[in-house]
């Protein structure tokens, strides 16, 4: 544990100052307020979110520090915290909650209206250094820096669960193969899942998803022509699955799983999609054999509010981070080895190197990109 840390008056950051317009800058070090930790920053997930922020697809405020999957080393303390020590490893959660709105009040924390988010409209994570609030820190001590840019995407995982709240001995259905997907996939394993099947696109993230362990039967899709899979899936599954996730944010295949649930069985759109796509369900079918459909959520960058700061065509309706509530959870799930997430993080780049994280991302040459810092 490094309790030596010589705190510079100065650091290199990824500065958003309009969409598409970013550059590698140099800002003072922030000083913690006294409620506050500074960390030193070790590694920061790059995911899709960061590139619907560049192009506008997700709301923010700019000018912004991006980067919301941090974790690092403990270097400073704010004056009134306590239970923390230098040097110690932490991850953050980075939402910030308002506390009073309508939602913040009934406990529906996730969509508080007033919701900030570390990366998104505070800033973030692609810095060399950065804060937050001593209450958002959690520790940990085992996993690599590297693994640790999944501790987001494990916590998402977790509240898919959460929502899905399955019967122990059911049997599920994973459409899709993400980090997240994979995460969703072992929980799923783990908390009463008799049968778990993986269904995706043949490739690296399928390999993956069977090296990891995350079914107990796999589907590889033909991306060009899957219809010969799906009805091969059907046929061995006639009474279908009492858990249906569809994880890759396409309504094609979110129809697709109005055909595989089994009567009363639920489905959950976990994947992110396009605000402008509808889904053909019948109202017969959801009646007559009682499925439950369930929301999920997982983009956390529309607003709720008119705020000349904001910028981004998605200005009307804010969703808040799905992992705010379990992010020690996923700590406890990562250190174990229950949920295994090495090799998902699968290209690395230095700070300075942002842009090409983006465009590796951009064309699906990755599962999962991470800055790596000294």
């Keep these: 544990m490094d309790t030596h ?3 510079p ?47 506008g697809d997700f709301a923010s405020r700019m000018p912004v520090v991006t980067g919301h999957e941090t974790s690092g080393i403990v270097v400073q303390l704010g004056s009134a915290v306590t239970g923390f020590k230098l040097g110690e490893k932490v991850t953050a959660d980075n939402s910030e909650l308002c506390g009073p709105c309508h939602y913040c009040r009934r406990g529906q924390l ?6 900030l988010g570390h990366g998104v409209h505070l800033d973030g994570g692609f810095a060399e250094y950065a804060v937050f609030p001593a209450e958002k820190l959690f520790k940990f001590s085992k996993l690599s820096w590297i693994d640790a840019s999944l501790f987001e995407a494990t916590s998402c995982a977790i509240h898919g669960l959460d929502q899905l709240q399955p019967q122990v001995g059911f049997k599920a259905l994973l459409i899709g193969s993400g980090p997240t997907g994979l995460c969703l996939a072992q929980l799923l394993r783990q908390n009463g899942g008799q049968h778990v099947t993986v269904a995706s696109n043949k490739g690296k993230k399928m390999n993956l998803a069977k090296k990891l362990g995350c079914g107990d039967e796999y ?55 396009n605000k402008d796509a509808l889904v053909n369900v019948s109202p017969s079918k959801i009646f007559g054999d009682e499925i439950t459909i369930l929301g999920y959520v997982q983009d956390p960058y529309m607003v709720t509010r008119k705020d000349t700061f904001y910028v981004g ?12 509530y379990c992010l020690q959870k996923s700590v406890d799930y990562l250190e174990s080895g229950k949920v295994k997430v090495q090799g998902i993080v699968d290209k690395t780049f230095r700070l300075e190197e942002f842009g090409d994280a983006l465009d590796a991302i951009r064309k ?11």
């Design 9 to 55: 008056r100065e650091m290199k950051a990824i500065k958003y100052w309009a969409l598409r317009d970013f550059s590698l800058t140099t800002l003072p070090v922030p000083e913690p307020k006294a409620n506050e930790i500074l960390i030193k920053v070790r590694s920061c997930g790059v995911c899709g979110t960061d590139l619907h922020i560049h192009e």
């Design 364 to 374: 699906k040459q990755c599962i999962k990109a991470t800055i790596i810092m000294d």
């Design 110 to 115: 996730l969509h508080c209206e007033n919701f």
């Design 219 to 273: 589907i590889e899709l033909d991306r060009s022509n899957p219809e010969p899979q799906w009805e091969e899936l059907g046929k061995k599954h006639p009474y279908g699955f009492d858990c249906v996730i569809e994880a890759t944010g396409s309504y094609v295949v979110a129809e697709k799983a109005m055909q595989l649930v089994a009567k009363g069985g639920k489905i959950m759109y976990y994947g992110v999609y």
């Design 313 to 324: 065509r998605q200005t009307n309706n804010v969703r808040s981070f799905s992992q705010m």
């Design 5 to 7: 840390h010589s705190v």
